[in-house]
């Protein structure tokens, strides 16, 4: 893959993970390039970030639109406009539809707050917490249209200690979010990471299922 990987970042909120990006690419020589910022909530501070940054930005409502095939449309539309080869999902707080997930199969990234395939969905360090674990984390994967449900590119691993509140745990892991989600998008922009028929693929051998493991 070129030098130019162009990327679209979708957010709904802080865009701590869009600021990990934004900040791996001036400093650490990812060649991933963040073409476009879009959010479907005006007031999200990740907005701020990208334009502090010199990166592009669009908002589209999605109270604007009759349901949720008609807004993926129009986001469909905004995203191809910017002609990325990956769309990088950073707290976006939307449910795709399947038509938008096969458009960009392959190309689309996630990074959710647990160790898949454990605690899909909400409030995912209260239910690390109530079941004891020892165990946290975080987890990038490709998008599929089984929510959290693609295959996994890297996960870093976490240790639960006895006094963890859930601020805590949850700030843990947002450190590791920022360290392995400009990490998996490197890897995509270097054309070392691919989704084919086998499943995630670094370096052109199959990850296992539990992605690329970093302990902490």
């Known amino acids: 893959m070129s030098a130019q990987c162009n990327v679209v ?4 909120g802080s865009g701590s993970n869009l600021q990990a990006l934004i900040d791996s690419i001036a400093h ?14 005006a007031d999200a501070y990740g907005l701020e970030r990208a334009k502090q940054a010199g990166i592009a930005t669009a908002v589209l409502d999605h109270k604007q639109f ?3 095939e008609a807004f993926d449309a129009a986001l469909v539309e905004a995203i191809d406009a910017f002609e990325p080869q990956l769309v990088v999902l950073a707290g976006f707080m939307r449910i795709l539809t ?25 409030h995912t360090h209260q239910r690390a917490l109530e079941a004891g674990d020892s165990e946290h984390g975080c987890s990038v994967h490709f998008v599929t249209e089984e929510l959290d449900g693609g295959p996994l590119v890297v996960q870093a691993v976490i240790p ?27 890897w995509f922009a270097e054309g070392r990471l691919r989704l084919d028929a086998q499943g995630a693929m670094l370096d052109g051998q199959p990850l296992p299922s539990s992605g690329h493991l970093i302990r902490t």
């Open 160 to 186: 639960v200690r006895a006094n963890d509140t859930l601020d805590s745990l949850a700030q843990q892991v947002h450190r590791q979010e920022h360290v392995i989600y400009p990490l998996a998008v490197r």
């Open 66 to 68: 009759e349901g949720r």
């Open 9 to 12: 970042v979708l957010i709904s």
């Open 28 to 41: 650490d020589g990812n060649p991933a390039r963040v073409s476009a910022v879009i959010s479907n909530r």
């Open 98 to 122: 399947p038509g938008f997930v096969r458009h960009y199969a392959g190309r689309l990234l996630n990074i959710h707050p647990s160790l898949l395939p454990k605690y899909k969905g909400l």
